[in-house]
């Protein structure tokens, strides 16, 4: 809705039947949207286990049965189910699988550090933080400025968003590198400022595999930290490990960074959604005492000083 909302035409959700989302009818009903004329369901929820309650799959098979085309970012495969695809068979329509990653990847090349123009990754200090929104903000900003930028996307929102892309937690492992090579390699044809979606965080005891494979794989020459204001451990976690500071985290991923590109961390994004506005505006200007680097909210106040932060190392 926010990177991609002329591409909406109405909005699924049963508990707010009649009202409207920045001008985007909400209904009930699969039929109540036909009148929009959509070409495409989008799976806009993460469910519990990343798998199809028994009343999402009644409400797919309605999808496909009215020619609706469907778009699917959960771990479980449309594909693999043999009612929905026969059904779509029958229909003429698309099972997309976001997720789904490419059958021949392999391992990282070398070509990453042939891509020209710039790659910067975001990092982060947790999951779930911001990552994303961060990359697409300071793209968006970019691309607003006439820089030839480009939105790399890693995950199945991202790739929903600008309809390219590998979601690199589906990768094999020893892939994940290749996998980000491929990805700035293609971006690198797309333009000269690559925004490349970080995933995980380096010291999540779950998640840092995916981080430290887009790390090497696409071989940044610069990083954006991500950090949520008020989060103290890391999500998801069961030894609820604590996050750690904003200058032990810059240290740590200049250090991990490929010896034949050894990236900097150029500015901190940080997400103060679920504090006021004094308290962001002083969390911004800690953040920056702490590290040494500009730092700011790019949704809540912009991303241009971030921009800025990165145009002045490019």
Not at 46 to 56: I, K, L, M, S
Not at 206 to 225: D, E, K, W
Not at 247 to 269: F, N, Q
Request: proline residues 4%.
């Amino acid at each position: 809705m926010r990177y991609r909302r002329e591409s909406v035409v109405a909005i699924l959700d049963t508990k707010r039947v009649g009202e409207t989302e920045d001008g985007v009818p909400i209904v009930g009903r699969v039929e109540d949207a036909l009148a929009f004329d959509p070409n495409t369901a989008l799976v806009g929820v993460v469910t519990q286990g990343g798998r199809f309650p028994a009343d999402w799959r009644a409400l797919l098979r309605t999808c496909v049965a009215n020619g609706l085309d469907l778009e699917n970012g959960l771990h479980v495969r449309l594909t693999d189910d043999a009612e929905l695809a026969e059904l779509a068979r029958q229909h003429d329509v698309e099972l997309r699988d976001l997720r789904e990653p490419p059958t021949d990847l392999s391992t990282a090349t070398g070509a990453n550090l042939e891509v020209g123009g710039t790659i910067v990754l975001t990092v982060g200090s947790d999951c779930a933080i911001g990552k994303m929104t961060a990359t697409c903000e300071l793209d968006l900003e970019a691309r607003n400025r006439g820089l030839r930028s480009v939105f790399v996307p890693t995950g199945q929102t991202g790739i929903a968003i600008a309809g390219w892309g590998i979601a690199v937690d589906a990768v094999v492992s020893d892939f994940i590198a290749g996998a980000a090579e491929r990805l700035v390699v293609e971006g690198g044809e797309r333009g000269d400022l690559l925004w490349v979606e970080g995933q995980g965080a380096i010291l999540h005891p779950i998640y840092s595999g995916v981080t430290l494979g887009l790390m090497h794989g696409s071989a940044p020459h610069l990083y954006v930290l991500c950090h949520e204001v008020g989060r103290t451990h890391v999500e998801g976690d069961a030894t609820h490990s604590p996050v750690p500071s904003l200058a032990e985290l810059v240290d740590l991923h200049e250090r991990m960074s490929l010896k034949l590109r050894p990236a900097k961390v150029t500015c901190v994004a940080l997400n103060t959604a679920f504090v006021s506005e004094d308290e962001a505006r002083a969390a911004i200007a800690d953040a920056e005492a702490e590290t040494g680097l500009p730092a700011d909210d790019p949704v809540r106040f912009g991303a241009g000083k971030l921009l800025d932060a990165v145009l002045e190392r490019v």
